[in-house]
C-alpha cells in the first residue's frame, strides 16, 4: 500500500508562486521505483497532466501550458515530489493531485497511475 500527501496548495494572486509537495510512504514502498505524475482537475473539467518525473529523476515532462512556468523534482531523502509553480495564472486554478505508477516512464494517462492522493486546492486570482 503507498500513500501520497498533497500539500502546498493555496490562494495566490496571477504572477505569484506555490510549491506544491506530494509525501509519499508505505510500509513496502520503495520510492525511487516509482514514477510520479502530477495532475489537476478544474471545476467542470476532466482532469489532465500537469507534469511527471521518471523514478530515475528524469526525463520530466510538462503538458504544453505549464512549460517553463513549472518545474517537477523529486527528493529521495525526503520520498517526496515537488512541482514549483511560478508565473501563476487564473487558468491553473484546479484541485492538484499527485499519483504514482510503476512504469519506468513518465506516462499523461492518469489509469496508467495506481496511487492516488487526495489533492491539495490552488486557486490563482486575477
Known amino acids: 500500500q503507498v500513500q501520497l500527501v498533497e500539500s502546498g496548495g493555496g490562494l495566490v494572486q496571477a504572477g505569484g508562486s506555490l510549491r506544491l509537495s506530494c509525501a509519499a510512504s508505505?510500509?513496502?514502498?520503495?520510492?525511487?521505483?516509482?514514477?510520479i505524475g502530477w495532475f489537476r482537475q478544474a471545476p467542470g473539467k476532466e482532469r489532465e497532466f500537469v507534469a511527471g518525473?521518471?523514478?530515475?529523476?528524469?526525463?520530466?515532462f510538462y503538458t504544453n501550458s505549464v512549460k517553463g512556468r513549472f518545474t517537477i523534482s523529486r527528493d529521495y531523502a525526503r520520498n517526496t515530489v515537488w512541482l514549483q509553480m511560478n508565473s501563476l495564472k487564473p487558468e491553473d486554478t484546479a484541485d492538484y493531485y499527485c499519483?504514482?505508477?510503476?512504469?519506468?516512464?513518465?506516462?499523461?494517462?492518469?489509469?496508467?497511475?495506481?496511487?492516488w492522493g487526495q489533492g491539495t486546492q490552488v486557486t490563482v486570482s486575477s
Open positions: 508505505g510500509r513496502t514502498f520503495s520510492f525511487s521505483t516509482y514514477t
Open positions: 499519483a504514482s505508477s510503476p512504469d519506468g516512464s513518465v506516462t499523461q494517462n492518469g489509469g496508467d497511475y495506481d496511487y
Open positions: 518525473i521518471s523514478r530515475r529523476g528524469g526525463p520530466t
